[in-house]
């Protein structure tokens, strides 16, 4: 916890995804960043960009083809970064629980730190999750984290030595 | 003195500008915006994330555009040669272009691309602009144009009119924010930088700020009361534009330029000379 540690509550950025939900959830965080909840006041910014980003805001039940891209936008976003799943699709699949295209949610892909549920969630609902993820935000150090089956997934790709 | 100051805390005034616009941005969507210090608190937490970097010459590039926009705005302001000012923001664009163009990322090249195009559009305006001065006050010397009897937006209207239309060029809004186009490039030239790279972007866009106002303020010559109307207005006007019109094409960006924007200015300063 240095002196700019302080600094953090103050803006987080927010990437959001979509993996496949059916885009309630999304309305929801347009209508935040709205007039009438308008988070920005908070200075937080749909920035749509992993290197800036420091809130990975995931919905839907992750679909098989989103997948990598989930992986690859949770790996470029520099540390220290947190992870809230939004939506009962991202808790386990939700509605889309076992059928044959979805991983069933989020926490098979990567490491959840914020839970939302709902379906969809309020913007209260949101907005109380993303000051929830702020306060474990400001735990975390800038050290690299990883997947859980980092080592399994980087095997599997032949790519140990690019480390 | 007053030139020194103003070099040296560039950044921090550039700060409070971008915090002070993105509060009347807000209050425009009818919201009510985020604290006026905000791009500072964006500034320090940029600084406390892991710096991940493409590769060494992107990162350099990064920091060149900050240095050269700061070395440009410095030239502009401590009373040297207006021309060297705006050669220096050149260069500093063309390190931002030559950064977004050193990475595989397709959409920081095509920023990069785009950002060219930008600059067809703006420059030899901005050169025309600084014709214009010498032509009424007879020195390319910001001292000379500060002390100048008279007002020449009254004999450069044209030209007036033509630079508040390509500074939404040059500050990347609605309607030419085509290199930066969020919602397509997601930040263009930008995409690639993180942590403290992109403070150096970040930070470079503030003193751009007032780079580009500073000349909205010669317009007005040894008025100074008139200068700081001048800009408000045009801060307001462009904010305006900014949040009522939609992204164009970068033809049309270019076409207005060259068969309407320079003809004019073009125009004004024959019409002068002559």
Redesign the interface.
């Known amino acids: 916890m240095?002196f700019?540690?302080?600094?953090?509550k103050?803006?987080p950025?927010i990437l959001h995804y979509n993996t496949g939900g059916c885009n309630g959830c999304d309305i929801e965080i347009l209508a935040a960043l709205?007039?009438k909840y308008?988070i920005?006041?908070?200075?937080m910014l749909n920035r749509?960009?992993p290197?800036?980003s420091?809130i990975l805001l995931v919905t839907g039940p992750v679909t098989k083809h989103c997948k990598d891209v989930l992986r690859r936008l949770y790996l470029e976003m520099?540390?220290?970064k947190v992870v809230v799943a939004m939506g009962a699709c991202a808790h386990g699949g939700g509605i889309f629980r076992d059928f044959y295209h979805v991983e069933n949610g989020v926490d098979n892909i990567i490491p959840v730190d914020v839970w939302i549920p709902g379906c969809a969630p309020r913007v209260e609902a949101v907005i109380d999750g993303m000051v929830e993820a702020v306060e474990i935000w400001q735990q975390k150090t800038?050290e690299?984290e990883y997947m859980r089956n980092h080592n399994e997934v980087i095997h599997k790709l032949g790519v140990e030595d690019d480390g | 003195m007053i030139g020194i100051l103003f070099t040296i805390f560039a950044p921090i005034i550039g700060g409070f500008v971008y915090g002070f616009e993105r509060i009347i941005k807000a209050r425009m969507q009818s919201r009510v915006g985020p604290p006026l210090l905000q791009p500072f608190y964006d500034f320090f937490k940029l600084m406390d994330k892991r710096a991940l970097m493409i590769h060494s010459l992107h990162a350099l590039m990064g920091i060149m555009y900050f240095i050269s926009e700061w070395f440009a705005f410095g030239v502009l302001i401590l009373g040297h040669d207006l021309l060297i000012a705006v050669f220096f923001h050149v260069i500093a664009v063309l390190a931002l272009v030559i950064g977004a163009s050193s990475v595989r990322s397709p959409y920081s090249v095509l920023g990069g691309l785009r950002e060219l195009m930008h600059m067809i559009s703006y420059e030899p305006l901005m050169v025309l602009m600084v014709i214009a001065f010498y032509v009424v006050t007879g020195s390319f010397n910001i001292e000379n144009i500060l002390h100048f009897d008279g007002y020449p937006i009254l004999q450069l209207p044209l030209v007036f009119i033509a630079f508040v239309l390509t500074i939404p060029m040059l500050l990347q809004k609605s309607p030419f924010d085509i290199a930066e186009a969020h919602q397509e490039l997601i930040g263009g030239p930008e995409i690639e930088y993180s942590g403290p790279f992109y403070e150096a972007l970040y930070t470079g866009k503030w003193i751009e700020y007032l780079y580009v106002f500073t000349f909205v303020f010669l317009f007005a010559g040894s008025h100074y009361i008139v200068g700081a109307f001048l800009v408000i207005g045009v801060f307001l006007f462009i904010n305006l534009l900014d949040n009522s019109t939609a992204r164009l094409d970068f033809r049309r960006m270019v076409k207005f330029a060259w068969a309407l924007l320079i003809p004019m200015a073009a125009l004004n300063v024959i019409l002068l000379a002559l």
């Open positions: 240095g700019f540690s302080k600094f953090r103050k803006s950025w709205g007039p308008d920005e006041r908070f200075g749509g960009n290197k800036q420091d520099p540390e220290p800038k690299k």
